[in-house]
């Protein structure tokens, strides 16, 4: 069993930057892939990035690429997704998820590839 946590949400001017953070705890962190989602007011819950154990691979929605990073540090447990050039379309519910399985980054692009998750965090754009 692992336990999620988001952190770093908030309110933001369009153009503007936020990180989120997703703390792990319960089992050894770096055998798990993780993964970011969101859920915008209205809408199904989209994937946006994911990384594999290592941070090796990582995987984005087109959307976001050139303007998010996923990435990780296994010594604290934290999965860590900045996201610059922010847009009000970005403004959701963001979600961290974890496996523990080791393929690529790309295999977690869809929510059925997760077993854990954590309860979110609002992200706001305002424009």
């Known amino acids: 069993q692992v336990q999620l946590v988001e952190s770093g949400g908030g309110l933001v001017q369009a153009g503007g930057s936020l990180r989120l953070s997703c703390a792990a705890s319960g089992r050894i962190f770096s055998r798990y892939s993780m993964g970011w989602f969101r859920q915008a007011p209205g809408k199904e819950r989209e994937f946006v990035a994911a990384?594999?154990?290592?941070?090796?691979?990582?995987y984005y929605v087109d959307s976001v690429k050139g303007r998010f990073t996923i990435s990780r540090d296994n010594a604290k447990n934290t999965m860590y997704l900045q996201m610059n050039s922010l847009k009000p379309e970005d403004t959701a519910v963001y979600y961290c998820?974890?496996?523990?399985?080791?393929?690529?980054?790309?295999?977690?692009?869809?929510?059925?590839?997760?077993?854990?998750w954590g309860q979110g965090t609002q992200v706001t754009v305002s424009s």
């Open positions: 998820a974890a496996d523990q399985t080791v393929y690529s980054a790309s295999y977690y692009s869809s929510e059925d590839r997760y077993e854990y």
């Open positions: 990384i594999n154990w290592s941070g090796s691979s990582t």
